[in-house]
Nanobody, 124 residues
């Protein structure tokens, strides 16, 4: 069992930066692929970034490539999402997700655990 708690969201002006954190509890974090997804009002939840538990290898949505960086610290049971050059269209609730013992995917299906989300608002 893995429990996830996101933090670091807030209000920022366009062009600014935020770093989201996702703290995980549970012994199997180091064997979990981790993903970040987001959901804007009236839209479906979409993939943002993912990181494998071995390598690690990273994956990004085209819309955030070059601006966002996902990383993990297994000693701290934490995954991060560094978001730079933020745009108003990045406004959403950001969710952390974990997938045990398997490669990360870019779809919601297959992620076993989800956090409650953290709001990111980018003003123009």
């Amino acid at each position: 069992q893995v429990q996830l708690v996101e933090s670091g969201g807030g209000l920022v002006q366009a062009g600014g930066s935020l770093r989201l954190s996702c703290a995980a509890s549970g012994r199997t974090f180091s064997r979990c692929a981790m993903g970040w997804f987001r959901q804007a009002p009236g839209k479906e939840r979409e993939f943002v970034a993912a990181i494998s538990w071995i390598g690690p290898n990273t994956y990004y949505a085209d819309s955030v490539k070059g601006r966002f960086t996902i990383s993990r610290d297994n000693a701290k049971n934490t995954v991060y999402l560094q978001m730079n050059s933020l745009k108003p269209e990045d406004t959403a609730v950001y969710y952390c997700a974990a997938k045990e013992g398997a490669p990360p995917t870019t779809t919601m299906r297959g992620y076993d655990y989800w956090g409650q989300g953290t709001q990111v608002t980018v003003s123009s």
